[in-house]
Nanobody, 119 residues
Framework: QVQLVESGGGLVQPGGSLRIACVAS????????MNWYRQTPGKQRDLVAT???????NYADSVKGRFTISRDNAKNTVYLQMNNMKPEDTAVYYC?????????????WGQGTQVTVSS
């Protein structure tokens, strides 16, 4: 069974840092783009950052210069380093990945991890 599992969420003060991670496991043949999304209650899920299989990255304007996405292909893991965090970064963060498995190629979602920025 293929799954994505996030970890590392929690409570952080404004201006602080947090790193969240997502591990892909199961019968995976290839991992293409890996993404982080976030969602607050009553709002749509928004793309935060993307890293391609080649290592190219892209960020939402709201997090540019503060967040860094990276991946460790040997560990099937994607990270999101969040610095200088703001209360508006509070959200559930979801991992999303384009995977090729025995069942074909499609996007998978993790269960989400809560990140709260508050003093």
């Amino acid at each position: 069974q293929v799954q994505l599992v996030e970890s590392g969420g929690g409570l952080v003060q404004p201006g602080g840092s947090l790193r969240i991670a997502c591990v892909a496991s199961g019968n995976i043949y290839s991992i293409y783009a890996m993404n982080w999304y976030r969602q607050t209650p009553g709002k749509q899920r928004d793309l935060v950052a993307t890293v391609t299989s080649g290592g190219s990255t892209n960020y939402a304007d709201s997090v540019k210069g503060r967040f860094t996405i990276s991946r460790d292909n040997a560990k099937n893991t994607v990270y999101l380093q969040m610095n200088n965090m703001k209360p508006e970064d509070t959200a559930v963060y979801y991992c999303n990945a384009d995977l090729l498995t025995s069942g074909g190629r499609r996007y998978y979602w993790g269960q989400g991890t809560q990140v709260t920025v508050s003093s």
